[in-house]
């Protein structure tokens, strides 16, 4: 289904701040060509998430983005376009639902733009309200409703620009990654059709049936897609992408493909001039802008801007507590490897619910930036977790832990939101290895054991991954110990324990009221240590001395844990009176606060969890190191 419409040439009467004209400039092409008497300016942006500016440049933000918008059109008139991603995630939409992009969009004189994967996050009915009240169509040509055969949301598959004589076909297409991935959509509901098929056959329609004198594809797909669209559809002549957030230009075959960046930092202008006599067109210039802090805001959108912001102000101001290390959510880390980030979220799941260990996809943590140490407010958490994700405990095997952590780094090195962030568990992965081989499933480890295929554990995730999401089908048939209804929101997991943090300051050691940021499973592992000890050093727990957290030296640590001799069925003999004698020890207590004093100074950081394989040096080791825990079992059962 297409429509088409006329837009009349724009009068040049924008009002610009005098050092409007300071926009920082990249040109990446620029050629003339005298011969090709008509000229087509075209404006791209993609993937806005804050429409307040950063705090350090590129501050970008929507009343910045308008002026340059305007300059440019003054300039002489252009098509605006945009390739999805705009209604969420930021803190601001968690509040709003997106409406707060609504007015933006339509101050900025959008002519066409395509639907982005989080353009759904709230569901298909909140985006058709959304997009109801934008005043430009937008587009989905390869994905329908299977039922009624029509593209889901109110989109179009293809439009009909005519612009300054010129007659423009645009199609809007995406990738199955991202459309298998969504949390509001059964895929099962829905028919996705090959994003180079349909770019084919609506492109030679667009030029053979409705005689268009060009063809542009808007996408929102990772930039491998959009080269191998370039490729294999010559029939499209420009390729206007998203989903990725780092600025692209790149051609194939004469065909380019254009990414502009993210949250209104940059944008692109790419100029094409069309001979109708010899029915050719070449793009003659592409030039990159930079939104910093030379761009004037413009003042009547800043107020529209400042009245959204001061809809959740109060609550995003509000102060959690102190972070004492920068927190890397970029997603070129977060993606790719462990990050300190997805350590401190990980690590508060694992304590919050009675779990062996956690998964969750790096996906959910959608900052993109360093969060600076210092005060941590909510609207700072809101960057990192803008979505609503509920948590859930379910019991699975050794090997489907595996088989979720060969599918977290699949796709590696492409920065893809299922790669794994991790509590209570270690492992490695090859990268040089095919896809589905690189975890070694003897190098994985589960709190102090290796892994065992025939050993149920309980893995704490997020119920969009226990529905298959982003590839972690194998968690489709675990057993749900918590479903999505009784377990607790991310979000709110990493508020509470800000709070707890202030509570536990207040309460002595040991206090019955006193929250505990130490996860069940390490609680019954101290227990069981102290328990050994009793057995060989006469029941005495008051003279382990633990050394300061500063102080402390982890690998002695792990040395000292696996020299001991004695067996743990053994060390179980122990009546009920001794459990308790340990429970009440100083040395039991004593590590409680070893591990409380941990998460009460909220420094987070790498500690080796997530190793990428370099060199055989690093197998080596990790195989010694197993050697070694092995020697150490062998050696306890010999003495049951």
């Not at 970029?330 to 260990?357: H, K, P, Y």
């Not at 939101?417 to 095919?434: C, H, L, M, N």
């Amino acid at each position: 289904m297409g429509f088409e419409n006329t837009i009349l040439e724009e009068p040049n009467e924008y009002i610009l701040a005098s050092n409007a004209k300071e926009l920082t400039k990249e040109t990446i092409l620029s050629s003339k060509n005298n011969n090709l008497k008509k000229r087509l300016r075209i404006i791209h942006f993609n993937d806005v998430y804050n429409i307040e500016p950063s705090a350090r440049d590129p501050k970008g933000g929507a009343a910045r983005f308008l002026t340059a918008l305007n300059y440019l059109k003054a300039e002489e008139p252009c098509l605006v376009m945009f390739s999805g991603d705009i209604f969420s995630p930021s803190p601001l939409s968690m509040v709003t639902k997106g409406k707060q992009m609504v007015p933006i969009l339509n101050r900025f004189n959008v002519d066409i733009a395509c639907v982005g994967n989080h353009d759904f996050d709230f569901g298909v009915d909140t985006l058709n309200e959304l997009i109801a009240e934008t005043t430009f169509p937008w587009l989905i040509s390869n994905v329908v409703d299977a039922e009624t055969n029509k593209p889901i949301a109110i989109a179009e598959s293809k439009h009909i620009i005519h612009f300054k004589g010129i007659k423009i076909g645009v199609i809007g297409l995406v990738e199955q990654e991202w459309m298998e991935t969504l949390s509001t959509i059964d895929f099962d509901e829905i028919i996705y059709e090959d994003f180079v098929l349909v770019g084919k056959r609506l492109a030679n329609e667009l030029r053979n049936v409705d005689k268009v004198d060009y063809v542009i594809a808007l996408t929102h797909m990772r930039l491998p897609n959009d080269l191998e669209l370039a490729e294999e559809v010559p029939e499209i002549d420009l390729i206007l992408g998203g989903h990725d957030h780092n600025y692209v230009c790149e051609s194939v075959n004469g065909k380019w493909v254009v990414k502009s960046g993210t949250d209104f930092r940059e944008l692109s202008l790419v100029e094409i001039g069309l001979d109708e006599k010899e029915k050719r067109s070449t793009i003659t210039k592409i030039e990159r802008y930079v939104i910093d802090s030379r761009v004037p805001e413009d003042d009547d959108l800043k107020s529209v801007v400042n009245f959204y912001l001061s809809q959740g102000e109060k609550d995003l101001d509000r102060v959690l507590g102190n972070i004492n290390s920068d927190l890397d959510g970029r997603f070129s880390i977060i993606r790719s490897c462990e990050s300190n980030l997805g350590n401190f979220v990980c690590d508060i799941v694992l304590q919050s619910v009675s779990a062996d260990c956690t998964i969750i996809n790096s996906g959910t943590f959608r900052s993109d930036t360093i969060t600076p140490a210092g005060l941590f407010t909510v609207g700072d958490l809101k960057k990192i977790i803008p979505f609503p994700d509920p948590i859930v405990l379910i019991e699975c095997d050794g090997r489907t832990i595996h088989l979720a952590l060969e599918n977290g780094v699949s796709m590696y090195p492409k920065l893809e939101g299922r790669f794994p962030q991790v509590a209570g568990i270690e492992f490695s992965f090859d990268p040089s290895k095919p896809s589905g081989q690189r975890v070694d499933p003897n190098f994985i480890k589960i709190q102090d054991d290796y892994l065992d295929f025939n050993r149920n554990y309980r893995l704490a995730t997020k119920a969009y991954m226990k529905e298959g999401k982003d590839g972690y089908t194998m968690f489709n048939s675990c057993k749900c110990l918590m479903d999505d209804e009784e377990g607790p929101l991310i979000f709110s997991l990493v508020e509470n324990n800000f709070v707890n943090i202030q509570k536990l300051k207040s309460l002595p050691v040991g206090s019955t009221r006193r929250p505990s940021f130490v996860p069940l499973v390490r609680k019954t592992s101290i227990i069981k240590e102290l328990m050994l000890k009793a057995s060989s050093n006469t029941s005495s727990f008051t003279d382990v001395n633990e050394p300061h957290l500063d102080e402390i030296n982890y690998n002695s640590m792990r040395q000292r844990r696996e020299s001991r001799n004695l067996s743990l069925q053994q060390a179980l003999h122990l009546s009920k009176d001794a459990l308790n004698n340990i429970k009440s020890s100083d040395s039991y207590l004593r590590k409680l606060s070893f591990y409380e004093e941990k998460s009460l100074k909220c420094c987070p950081i790498v500690d080796g969890r997530i190793i990428c394989i370099k060199d055989k040096d690093m197998v080596e080791k990790l195989t010694l190191k197993r050697q070694e825990w092995l020697n150490v079992n062998n050696l306890e059962s010999q003495h049951l």
